[in-house]
């Protein structure tokens, strides 16, 4: 009977224990709840969750801004330009001018370079560093050996730039090929090509 009772109190003990703790729960539950809807921000601009969704993710900080949301949410608010996503390049410009109902504007000078991650086979040792950050998988090659980048993947964000310990990266225009020369013919030479075929 004496260890019944006692098993009872403990089994109280554990429950009033267990009530409290779940009491202080859905107290602060919803303390945190109601925080959240006074000081949520009731001026959100709905076209920042678009504007990201059309950035290319790279959270790489050359717009200026810390992260893609960020840069969102200033050209939601028309505080930014939207040309200013190297690694989105025209087709996000594009984008996030037809989604600010704004002229696309010219390219960024960086942009316009078409610049792609180098690396220098001489110096790298491969670490395998600049692969783990790189957020387009452009980067290929095993631990000690030398690596290599796939300029058609590359968007040239620079992450990889500061964590090369043997500073054997450089950014650099990509190199013309026959699929990525531009094959456009001005108005006058399609003229005088027209005039011969009439012929």
């Not at 790298?124 to 600049?130: A, D, L, N, P, V």
């Not at 387009?136 to 690596?147: A, N, Q, R, V």
């Not at 964000?157 to 225009?173: G, H, R, T, W």
Request: net charge neutral.
């Amino acid at each position: 009977m004496v260890r019944l009772t006692g098993f009872l109190v403990q089994m109280l003990h554990l429950l009033l224990v267990v009530l409290i703790f779940s009491g202080a729960a859905f107290i602060l539950g919803g303390l945190l709840s109601f925080a959240a809807e006074r000081f949520a921000d009731k001026n959100k601009n709905p076209l920042t969750d678009e504007i990201e969704k059309a950035l290319p993710g790279a959270q790489c900080g050359q717009c200026g801004y810390i992260g893609c949301r960020e840069y969102a949410a200033a050209v939601a608010r028309g505080e930014a330009p939207v040309n200013l996503c190297s690694p989105g390049g025209d087709s996000c410009t594009r984008a996030l001018a037809e989604l600010m109902h704004v002229p696309v504007p010219a390219r960024n000078v960086r942009a316009s370079e078409e610049l792609v991650a180098l690396i220098d086979q001489e110096k790298c040792i491969g670490c395998t560093k600049c692969a783990k950050v790189c957020p387009y998988d452009s980067i290929t090659g095993k631990l000690k050996e030398k690596h290599w980048v796939d300029p058609s993947l590359c968007m040239g964000c620079e992450k990889c730039l500061p964590v090369c310990p043997a500073k054997c990266i450089a950014m650099k225009p990509l190199e013309p090929t026959t699929a990525t020369w531009n094959w456009q013919i001005s108005g006058e030479l399609l003229e005088i090509r027209n005039r011969e075929t009439e012929l």
